[in-house]
């Protein structure tokens, strides 16, 4: 059996992870393992876990490079299959897209 504090439910996970990714710099750059093990106060290879935990839910997707593994909000869930080029004004792209836009 095991002990787990509220704050480390998967849910509440989740929604910090997801709050994370959601930063601005996150929407430019990517995030870590270490990045996330900060926000949660975690040891960096759990938090490598929670992010994988979060990729296989859909939340995140995930690159591997000589780097170690970097992490970026899944924008796949936005597109609409019956208009793929429709470019959303609102949600989780539109924030992308702003963010993007301001680093360039």
Same mark, same amino acid.
């Given at each position: 059996?095991?002990?787990? /504090?509220?704050?480390?439910?998967? $849910? $509440? =996970?989740? !929604?910090?992870? %997801? ?5 601005? $710099? !996150?929407?430019?750059?990517? =995030? ?8 949660? &106060?975690?040891?960096? !290879?759990?938090? %490598? $876990? ?7 839910? &859909?939340?995140?997707?995930? /690159? #591997? ?22 470019? %959303? ?5 539109? /924030? ?5 836009? #301001?680093?360039?």
């Amino acid at each position: 059996m095991v002990i787990q /504090n509220k704050s480390h439910s998967d $849910e $509440e =996970v989740f !929604a910090r992870i %997801k709050a994370l990714v959601l930063k601005p $710099e !996150a929407l430019r750059l990517d =995030v870590s393992a270490s990045d996330d093990a900060m926000t949660l &106060g975690i040891a960096p !290879a759990l938090a %490598k $876990e929670h992010l994988l935990t979060a990729e296989t839910k &859909g939340l995140l997707c995930r /690159n #591997v490079s000589a780097e170690g593994f970097r992490f970026y909000i899944n924008l796949f869930k936005e597109i609409d299959l019956h208009d793929i080029h429709l470019l %959303k004004d609102y949600g989780v792209y539109s /924030n992308w897209a702003s963010a993007v836009s #301001v680093s360039g």
